[in-house]
Nanobody, 115 residues
Framework: LQLVESGGGLVQPGGSLRLSCATS????????TGWHRQAPGKEREAVAC????????NYADSVKGRFAISRDNAENTVYRQMNSLTPEDTAVYYC?????????WGQGTQVTVSS
């Protein structure tokens, strides 16, 4: 399974970004998806996750109500919408595919929130 992340960049506080994680080499619906981030000088942390069907999601308290994860299994793509961004959201964001014994990570995409 290959993961290709896109959508990061520089955004002003209060702005929005949409990250994508496109997969190839296997069927996306076989995998639950995790969304993680790592800020400078900090450990990687979980932001959200979505079940393989897309019917169940969970969010870290720090992003609840601002971030949303969704998936289109037909398009083999997971989407991550980020709204009301703050400088504290600055980090490298990663998608992660988990299924059975498999655990795949994307290359990460940089999100910088700054005025």
């Amino acid at each position: 399974l290959q993961l290709v992340e896109s959508g990061g960049g520089l955004v002003q506080p209060g702005g929005s970004l949409r990250l994508s994680c496109a997969t190839s080499g296997s069927t996306l619906e076989e995998y639950a998806t995790g969304w993680h981030r790592q800020a400078p000088g900090k450990e990687r942390e979980a932001v959200a996750c979505i079940s393989s069907s897309g019917r169940s999601t969970n969010y870290a308290d720090s992003v609840k109500g601002r971030f949303a994860i969704s998936r289109d299994n037909a398009e083999n793509t997971v989407y991550r919408q980020m709204n009301s961004l703050t400088p504290e959201d600055t980090a490298v964001y990663y998608c992660r595919m988990m299924g059975g014994w498999s655990d795949y990570w994307g290359q990460g995409t940089q999100v910088t929130v700054s005025s």
